[in-house]
């Protein structure tokens, strides 16, 4: 098969390399200056849905600044999301206040991550949205990166990186 010309823009199958800064409500949630852009196959669902679709067509050294609704970002607050249990129920030996951190398990054993959001005596109030729910999301985004993605990428879905060594089951 013959290689393909090098990409000029964001479209499905190409590998982006993306330098992003991330904001809610005007706050600084997450970036990429320290840990470097991040690396996706275009639609492959590897990143936010709202975010994948409007970088879609974006030129090597373009930004945009681009507004993400809840819905297709993290989702919208489920507020069945959000339930009581009793404080017996958790671990002992931590500190129970609201905007800790906790990792629950249900009775099938499976870990899911809460954030405590009130204690009432013996009652707590667990919530399970992801942080982001609800949230407006604000990206900067360069995009500092395209190639074609390789048959095996695609096949497996991700990203090879140069010193990416890893198994396949
Ligand atoms: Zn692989």
């Known amino acids: 098969m013959a290689d393909n010309p090098k990409p000029t823009e964001v479209q499905k199958d190409i590998v982006v390399s993306l330098d992003y800064t991330l904001k809610v409500d005007g706050e600084l949630i997450d970036s990429s200056e320290e840990t470097g852009p991040i690396q996706f196959i275009q639609g492959n669902g590897e990143i936010i849905p709202g975010l994948e679709i409007k970088i879609e067509g974006m030129k090597m050294d373009e930004t945009r600044d681009l507004r993400i609704a809840p819905g297709d970002a993290y989702g919208d607050l489920d507020p069945e999301a959000v339930i009581d249990v009793p404080l017996s129920d958790l671990p002992q030996d931590m500190p129970i206040e609201p905007g800790t951190e906790i990792e629950v398990r249900d009775e099938d054993g499976n870990s899911m991550d809460a954030r405590i959001l009130a204690v009432k005596s013996e009652l707590v ?41 890893h198994s396949h089951e």
């Open 125 to 165: 109030t667990l919530d399970f949205n992801h942080p982001l729910a609800g949230k407006e999301l604000d990206f900067h985004v360069k995009v500092v990166g395209l190639r074609n993605s390789t048959e095996e990428e695609r096949l497996h879905g991700h990203v090879h990186g140069d010193d990416n060594h």
